[in-house]
C-alpha cells in the first residue's frame, strides 16, 4: 500500500533524507498506524504533535488506509 506523507513547519529538516515539495510516497504494510508512521521515517517523536488523515485529526494508533494524504505537524507556540 502507498501513502502520501507531508511534513510541516520545521519537520522537513529534521527528515534524515532529502524532503521533496510534494511529499513523500511511502509503502506501508496493512494496519500500519500513525505511530509505526513516524518510526518508519525516522522522525524523532516529540517534534511530530498534530496529524491528519485525509484532512482529519489523527491520534499515534489510528491505522493508515491506503492511498491517504498524510500530514505531519510540529508543536506550535505562540500566543
Do not use: C, W
Not at 485525509?54 to 507556540?77: H, R, S, T, W, Y
Amino acid at each position: 500500500m502507498k501513502i502520501r506523507l507531508k511534513l510541516y513547519g520545521t519537520l522537513p529538516a529534521h527528515y534524515p533524507g532529502l524532503y521533496p515539495d510534494s511529499g513523500l510516497i511511502v509503502d506501508i504494510s496493512e494496519n500500519t498506524t500513525v505511530a509505526d508512521l513516524v518510526e518508519r521515517v525516522k522522525l524523532p517523536q516529540e517534534h511530530v504533535a498534530i496529524v491528519a488523515i485525509n484532512g482529519m485529526l489523527a491520534k499515534a494508533e489510528d491505522v493508515l488506509p491506503e492511498g491517504a494524504e498524510i500530514k505531519f505537524f510540529q508543536p506550535l507556540n505562540g500566543g
